[in-house]
């Protein structure tokens, strides 16, 4: 495995803290009272260098995206892996991650849920979100079709793409309704990866088995 040299680290850490900074901000002051100077000044760094990391404003708050993106590409193209496995382990770690930094500290639930507020209540973040999940589907088509030697544009990648992207705004979703102050994140974590894999099953067995309506 190679390791990751100082420039990576620091360049790491400066992404972390601009980051970080934005969202103490914005959650402070509101997104749109916030300008990426503010965000620069307090970080001691240039607005120039801001937006060497971050190509937009809304970018400094959902800054794990990018991240998403990247194991969308490397899970969905193990051959070894059903697609919705591949993405259930795409969503499993998304999960571990936050998990583990809410169990760390007691304010961070309040925090979470604060953030939450912050995503719906900015109409520019929740496009940049939507946008966000239109190049997830891109992604997985692309390596969706690669796997089955067809092209990106072709019917079966592009909807097998939607599908697997349901499961990420599924889990987005119970994430809001389960995971709150006051309640185990251990409950939580269990209550929200039950719907993800009820959602998983239905999409393993076909729209032919959803229970009709009464």
């Known amino acids: 495995m190679k390791t990751e040299g100082l420039r990576e680290r620091k360049k790491r850490a400066m992404r972390r803290q601009l980051s970080d900074t934005a969202t103490r901000l914005f959650l402070e002051r509101g997104f749109d009272s916030v300008r990426v100077a503010d965000v620069a000044e307090a970080c001691g760094v240039s607005e120039k260098t801001v937006f060497n990391y971050f190509p937009t404003k809304e970018a400094l708050v959902l800054d794990r995206l990018e991240a998403t993106a990247d194991a969308l590409r490397t899970h969905l193209a193990d051959p070894a892996l059903p697609p919705v496995e591949a993405m259930l382990r795409v969503l499993a770690e998304e999960l571990r991650e936050l998990t583990t930094s809410l169990a760390a500290d007691e304010r961070a639930l309040a925090g979470y849920r604060r953030f939450g507020d912050l995503l719906r209540e900015t109409p520019s973040l929740r ?50 309704t389960h995971v709150r102050p006051g309640r185990p994140v251990e409950d939580a974590v269990a209550e929200v990866t039950g719907e993800v894999r009820r959602a998983a099953a239905l999409l393993e067995g076909g729209l032919a088995g959803f229970p009709a309506v009464s």
């Open 127 to 176: 496009a940049y979100q939507n946008d966000a999940a239109d190049r997830f589907a891109d992604v997985a088509a692309e390596v969706l079709a690669a796997r089955a030697g067809l092209r990106a544009e072709d019917p079966e990648p592009q909807v097998a793409a939607a599908a697997l992207l349901g499961l990420w705004r599924v889990q987005f979703r119970a994430l809001r």
